[in-house]
C-alpha cells in the first residue's frame, strides 16, 4: 500500500509540475502577443513628443481626440472600403465553397479526385508569385482601381483551403439524413440547404472568420491594385498618415487601433464556433 501511495503521490506532484510548467509558457507567450497590442493602444491615447519621451508609461495626458481626427483624416473612408471588400470576398467565397464542397464530397464524377488534387496544390501557391500576371488581368478586365480589383484574387486564393475545410466537415454528415430527405421529394439543393448547410454552421463561421482575417489584413494587393483614395482599404490607406517629414504617431495608433478593432471583436464573439469548426473540420478528409 506504502508503494502504491507513494507512486501515486509521485504522480500526482508530476502533473502538478506539468500543468504549471504549461501555464507558465501559455501566460508567457501571452505577455509577448499582448503587450505590443497594449502599447499600441496606449500610445493611441498620446502626443507624439510623449510617445518618444516616456514610450513605456501610461499617457500623463488622455487624448482621445487621436480617435477623432483619425476618423476624420479619412480612416472612416478607408474602414467602408475594408467593409465592403471584406464583406462581398466572404460571402462569395463562403458561398462558392460551400457549393463545391457539396459537389465533391455527395457526387461521383470523372475528375472529381484532379479537381481535389489541384485545390491542394493551391494551398502551396504563393499570391506573390502571381503578382505580374494578376495585374496584367485586372488591367485587361478594366477592374484596376475598383472594388472588384481585390474582390476577385481573394476569393481566387481562399477559395481552395475554404472548399477543402468545408469538404471534410460534408464527408461527416450521415448518408441516412440525406437518402430521407430524397425519398421524402426533396431535391439536392435542397438537402444543401436544408440538411448541410444548418448542421454545418461550425465550419461555415470558422471559414467565414479565416476569410474575412486574411482580407482584411491583406496589404500587397491593396497597394498596387488601388491607386485613388477614395477606393483604397484601411490598411493601404494608413499609409498616408505617415510623412517624410513630420508623422503624427499619437494619430496613426489611434487609427491602427481603429483597423484592429472589428477583427478583435469577430474573433471574441465568434471563437466557440472557430475552435469546433476547425476540430470537426480536420477530422475526415
Same mark, same amino acid.
Given at each position: 500500500?506504502? !508503494?502504491?501511495? *507513494?507512486?501515486?503521490?509521485?504522480?500526482?506532484?508530476?502533473? !502538478?509540475?506539468?500543468?504549471?510548467?504549461?501555464?507558465?509558457?501559455?501566460?508567457?507567450? /501571452?505577455?509577448?502577443?499582448?503587450?505590443?497590442? /497594449?502599447?499600441?493602444?496606449?500610445?493611441?491615447?498620446?502626443?507624439?513628443? $510623449?510617445?518618444?519621451?516616456? *514610450?513605456?508609461? #501610461?499617457?500623463?495626458?488622455?487624448?482621445?481626440?487621436?480617435?477623432?481626427?483619425?476618423?476624420?483624416?479619412?480612416?472612416?473612408?478607408?474602414?467602408?472600403?475594408?467593409?465592403?471588400?471584406?464583406?462581398?470576398?466572404?460571402?462569395?467565397?463562403?458561398?462558392?465553397?460551400? =457549393?463545391?464542397?457539396?459537389? #465533391?464530397?455527395?457526387?461521383?464524377?470523372?475528375?472529381?479526385?484532379? !479537381? #481535389?488534387?489541384?485545390?491542394?496544390?493551391?494551398?502551396? =501557391?504563393?499570391?506573390?508569385?502571381? %503578382?505580374?500576371?494578376?495585374?496584367?488581368?485586372?488591367?485587361?478586365?478594366?477592374?484596376?482601381?475598383?472594388?472588384?480589383?481585390?474582390?476577385?484574387?481573394?476569393?481566387?486564393?481562399?477559395?481552395?483551403?475554404?472548399?477543402?475545410?468545408?469538404?471534410?466537415?460534408? %464527408?461527416?454528415?450521415?448518408? $441516412?439524413?440525406?437518402?430521407?430527405?430524397?425519398?421524402?421529394?426533396?431535391?439536392?439543393?435542397? !438537402?444543401?440547404? +436544408?440538411?448541410?448547410?444548418?448542421?454545418?454552421?461550425?465550419?461555415?463561421?470558422?471559414?467565414?472568420?479565416?476569410?474575412?482575417?486574411?482580407?482584411?489584413?491583406?496589404?500587397?494587393?491593396?497597394?498596387? /491594385?488601388?491607386?485613388?483614395?477614395?477606393?483604397?482599404?484601411?490598411?493601404?490607406?494608413?499609409?498616408?498618415? +505617415?510623412?517624410? %517629414?513630420?508623422?503624427?504617431?499619437?494619430? %496613426?495608433?489611434?487609427?491602427?487601433?481603429?483597423?484592429?478593432?472589428?477583427?478583435?471583436?469577430?474573433?471574441?464573439?465568434?471563437?466557440?464556433? /472557430?475552435?469546433?469548426?476547425?476540430?470537426?473540420?480536420?477530422?475526415?478528409?
Amino acid at each position: 500500500m506504502s !508503494i502504491a501511495a *507513494s507512486q501515486g503521490k509521485k504522480r500526482s506532484v508530476g502533473m !502538478i509540475a506539468g500543468i504549471v510548467f504549461v501555464s507558465l509558457v501559455l501566460i508567457g507567450y /501571452f505577455l509577448i502577443v499582448a503587450y505590443p497590442l /497594449f502599447w499600441m493602444v496606449m500610445s493611441s491615447f498620446k502626443e507624439t513628443k $510623449e510617445i518618444y519621451g516616456s *514610450s513605456w508609461s #501610461l499617457p500623463t495626458k488622455w487624448m482621445p481626440s487621436n480617435y477623432a481626427k483619425a476618423w476624420t483624416m479619412g480612416v472612416s473612408k478607408y474602414f467602408m472600403n475594408s467593409v465592403i471588400v471584406t464583406a462581398c470576398s466572404v460571402v462569395l467565397t463562403v458561398l462558392l465553397s460551400a =457549393f463545391s464542397a457539396y459537389g #465533391l464530397s455527395r457526387f461521383s464524377f470523372k475528375g472529381k479526385y484532379v !479537381i #481535389l488534387a489541384l485545390l491542394s496544390a493551391g494551398l502551396m =501557391f504563393s499570391p506573390q508569385v502571381s %503578382l505580374i500576371p494578376l495585374y496584367k488581368l485586372v488591367q485587361t478586365f478594366g477592374i484596376h482601381n475598383t472594388h472588384w480589383a481585390l474582390i476577385l484574387p481573394y476569393v481566387a486564393f481562399r477559395t481552395s483551403m475554404t472548399v477543402l475545410l468545408i469538404r471534410s466537415f460534408f %464527408l461527416q454528415i450521415p448518408k $441516412e439524413l440525406e437518402e430521407s430527405a430524397y425519398l421524402e421529394g426533396c431535391s439536392s439543393l435542397g !438537402i444543401f440547404f +436544408r440538411i448541410f448547410i444548418p448542421m454545418s454552421k461550425p465550419i461555415i463561421w470558422t471559414t467565414v472568420l479565416l476569410t474575412a482575417y486574411w482580407t482584411w489584413n491583406e496589404f500587397l494587393f491593396a497597394i498596387i /491594385f488601388i491607386d485613388s483614395d477614395s477606393v483604397k482599404t484601411i490598411t493601404s490607406g494608413l499609409l498616408a498618415f +505617415r510623412d517624410a %517629414l513630420y508623422t503624427d504617431w499619437g494619430v %496613426l495608433m489611434a487609427g491602427l487601433v481603429i483597423s484592429a478593432l472589428p477583427l478583435v471583436l469577430l474573433f471574441i464573439f465568434m471563437q466557440k464556433h /472557430f475552435v469546433r469548426g476547425l476540430a470537426e473540420g480536420g477530422v475526415k478528409g
